[in-house]
């Protein structure tokens, strides 16, 4: 086995460095000979004329600047000269550019105060569009941007003797641009993350294959062994990733309120706000109400509040307004238990990066852990095979990587929600009936305490409840009737403390227990009167659950498709509808229609797993469709039940697989997982790099983003 091994890995090094010489570097072998080539360097090195473009030297850098949104750059070549390739070089301040972009766009970092309007002076963009004939290129200012021209556009050069490039950006934005090479020629080069991903793709290819090893090694958590691999192959690289990101975003909050006379007030301290309120001993936030403003006769119409931001009232975008008072619908657990906390430690107040990172590092480890609890409680001959898809699954399935990759104010109510009710649900997973009945009954106190606290960060979490109804039917089945009134009691009294704070907050806020301010926000539209037709209803559920992909002939290959609905609500964009980025959940859901599978979900209520999983997956994703509309986040507020659904189903497949092991029934489902789990990987990996898509990298990691984008490139 080892020398298989040992084979499998020499001819994949093999066949990935003939790919790299030969596909990956096609341009290289296509582009024309560096003695065809000719640079312009806006000097006298080449004839060019510019329109409505300011071009300097500083530093002996040229400095290109648009003055209007009508520019263009000319540079002349000989009449009927073919020019099939483009190289523009950035300038060598990459890094400085590359600062200024990421903070203009990030909602951590904004770049100007609530009290000044937004400065003047040129900005300069990591990416910047550019024309030419029918085709557009995207510069970059980390590294060369390298293009073929098509036919259409080489034959216009040719025969009008220039090669015009018209600027897409807005006026006063300065170009990271030094010079431009035509007829550029490729180099050949090897890179070494494209080289490694496809190294790591062959690697788990070979470690999921029917014969593996990892398909025959049983789940042990008690296992020494197990526990190390975990830890060294995921667990430790997950927090020492977290800890850098922290450390690179910074501990402590900085400017985070921004304006534009005439516009919203954009401040993300809603967190830090409401820490403030609490420890003032106010329901309200410390944010002055703007007498125009709050003389309107309807604040939440969006109409009236443009006529006051015309007479230059300051409003605040997405606070709830109520009672000429400011407040945030946002629960208040984070600002009571991390951010108060962290001010009478510190003196000042975390980043926004600084607590959502380090929740949801806790959230996928604990994922983890109940993945594993509840394959050894219900499928004691599981195996680790099954345990990594199964944890590859609820992983890509709860749709955590697009909080991770987001990290705004909108992802810390999902984050701190989904971190403790899954602290919840991993507690309430140690309760057994071989446990002591004092042992069980403090578990399920912290448990269901636990799962009741996510109201006061994201009410729907609160559903997440079902994932313990079969451990406490198995618990108290064929019990006396004490026993299973002392059970429901304890946890009713737990889920009441739980409930407690987000009761009472809504009621000091807005003077009922039900009402989380939600109907109050300042947002796209009036949400007091908001009304989602039948119609757009059953659209809006359709696209999240079945919207196929949309390819795209730039790398990462997909991306978010327009979304459009019989009537408006409110949508960003998304990916992909979720069963079509996950569809091992889908097709483990279909399983059930076949008796070998069903005969092994029978015991101790498992079976409750797929049916309350399906009921409560559809219920929320109907709610979240009318209350908050389309938008990638809002997958993680029913994801998770309906992965959760399939976990049981998926569990019974693959013990059925292990039965037929040396059949080709068995292999056939080995290779099908595992080329399925395969595609949700890579579909996840594209989907975090896809450029049109809300928060995308080119807004958060410029550098990142044009660093994947060039591995994934063949001819550019």
Not at 36 to 49: I, P, R
Not at 67 to 75: A, E, F
Not at 516 to 524: L, P, R
Not at 585 to 593: D, I, K, N, R
Request: glycine share 6%; hydrophobic share 50%.
């Amino acid at each position: 086995m080892r020398s298989a091994g040992i084979r499998f890995f020499v001819l994949a090094l093999l066949i990935i460095f003939s790919l790299e010489l030969t596909l990956f570097n096609l341009g290289s072998w296509l582009s024309p000979s560096s003695a065809q080539q000719q640079t312009c360097t806006f000097t006298s090195s080449c004839s060019f004329s510019a329109h409505n473009l300011q071009i300097s030297s500083r530093s002996g850098q040229p400095r290109v600047l648009v003055k209007d949104v009508d520019s263009s750059l000319s540079i002349r070549v000989r009449a009927n000269t073919p020019i099939r390739t483009l190289e523009f070089a950035p300038v060598s301040e990459t890094k400085t550019s590359e600062a200024t972009s990421s903070t203009q766009n990030d909602a951590s970092a904004p770049n100007t105060s609530a009290d000044t309007t937004t400065a003047q002076a040129p900005t300069s963009n990591f990416f910047t569009r550019v024309t030419i004939g029918s085709q557009q290129i995207t510069l970059r200012a980390d590294r060369p941007t390298f293009a073929f021209l098509n036919k259409e556009t080489s034959d216009a050069i040719a025969r009008g003797g220039a090669v015009t490039m018209r600027f897409v950006e807005g006026s006063s934005t300065r170009v990271n641009l030094a010079s431009i090479t035509l007829n550029a020629h490729k180099p050949l080069r090897i890179n070494l993350l494209r080289v490694c991903v496809l190294l790591l793709i062959a690697g788990f290819l070979w470690a999921m294959r029917p014969r593996s090893r990892v398909h025959s090694i049983k789940l042990n958590s008690q296992s020494r062994a197990q526990r190390l691999a975990f830890w060294a192959c995921f667990g430790v690289p997950l927090i020492v990733l977290g800890i850098i990101v922290v450390a690179i975003a910074g501990v402590f909050v900085g400017t985070d309120q921004w304006w534009d006379r005439g516009n919203y007030i954009y401040s993300y301290h809603h967190y830090i706000l409401v820490a403030q309120s609490l420890l003032e001993g106010h329901p309200w936030l410390n944010i002055p109400v703007d007498p125009i403003f709050d003389a309107l006769s309807n604040p939440y119409n969006p109409q009236l509040r443009n006529t006051a931001l015309a007479q230059g009232a300051s409003i605040y975008w997405d606070y709830a307004f109520y009672n000429h008072h400011w407040y945030s619908y946002f629960g208040m657990l984070p600002s009571a238990l991390i951010y108060i906390p962290f001010h009478l430690l510190t003196g000042r107040w975390p980043s926004i990066m600084a607590v959502v990172i380090p929740l949801l590092m806790l959230t996928v480890l604990l994922l983890c852990g109940i993945v594993v609890r509840l394959l050894e409680r219900y499928f004691p001959h599981t195996t680790v095979g099954t345990a990594i898809i199964a944890m590859t699954t609820v992983f890509i399935g709860t749709n955590i990587i697009s909080l991770i990759v987001v990290t705004n104010l909108y992802i810390m109510a999902f984050a701190s929600g989904l971190c403790i009710s899954s602290l919840g649900v991993f507690i309430w997973m140690k309760v057994s009936p071989d446990a002591s009945a004092r042992s069980n009954m403090w578990r399920m106190i912290l448990g269901s305490l636990c799962i009741a606290l996510s109201t006061s960060c994201r009410p729907t979490f609160i559903f997440i409840a079902i994932l313990v109804a079969p451990v406490f039917l198995e618990l108290v089945w064929k019990k006396p009737l004490r026993t299973v009134l002392g059970a429901t009691a304890v946890n009713i009294a737990a889920a009441f403390a739980g409930l407690a704070p987000a009761l009472w907050y809504n009621w000091w806020r807005f003077g009922s227990i039900t009402d989380f301010g939600a109907a109050y926000q300042i947002t796209v539209a009036d949400m007091r009167h908001l009304h989602v037709p039948a119609l757009s209803l059953l659209q809006g559920v359709s696209i999240y659950l079945f919207r196929p992909l949309e390819a795209s002939a730039n790398p990462p290959f997909i991306e978010a498709p327009f979304v459009s609905t019989a009537t408006w609500i409110h949508h960003e964009s998304i990916i992909g509808g979720f069963f079509i980025f996950a569809p091992l959940v889908l097709l483990s859901l279909f399983s059930l229609m076949f008796r070998e599978v069903r005969s092994r979900l029978h015991k101790n209520f498992v079976w409750l797993y797929c049916v309350l999983g399906v009921v409560i997956g559809l219920f929320l994703c109907v709610f979240v469709t009318r209350s908050g509309g389309i938008a990638w986040r809002y997958f993680v507020d029913f994801s998770w039940a309906f992965v959760f659904a399939s976990l049981p189903a998926f569990s019974a497949v693959m013990d059925y697989a292990a039965s037929v092991r040396n059949t080709w029934r068995g292999k056939l489902v080995y290779s099908t997982v595992s080329i399925i789990a395969l595609y949700q990987i890579l579909i996840l990996l594209a989907s975090i790099m896809v450029p049109n898509r809300f928060a995308s990298f080119t807004q958060y990691a410029p550098a990142v983003y044009s660093s994947v984008v060039d591995a994934m490139t063949i001819l550019g």
